[in-house]
């Protein structure tokens, strides 16, 4: 797909740091790494509407926040999903 200039978008639970190593390994020249992020009440509000509040614990809550931290130091974008709409949210990823 990287040939033929598609876009490719991979959403995943993954340190940063991996995904910049996979890049370098591949030799992708183009790629951009974003977090999709929110606040950690949205998203204890999205796993309790969902019926997986079990999911929203302290270990999800520090792997949110060390995942937040590290995009910022490598100076990634984040796209926080709980304070835009789905048709921003969509837009920023063009």
Do not use: H
């Amino acid at each position: 797909m990287l040939r033929t200039g598609e876009s490719v978008l991979f959403e995943g639970q993954m340190r940063i740091a991996f995904i910049q190593e996979a890049i370098a390994a591949s030799r992708i020249a183009n790629a951009r790494i974003l977090l999709i992020d929110c606040a950690d009440d949205c998203r204890i509000s999205r796993l309790t509407d969902r019926g997986q509040p079990r999911l929203a614990n302290p270990d999800m809550m520090n792997w949110s926040q060390y995942l937040r931290a590290e995009s910022q130091e490598m100076g990634c974008e984040i796209l926080d999903t709980g304070v835009l709409t789905l048709a921003e949210c969509l837009e920023r990823l063009k």
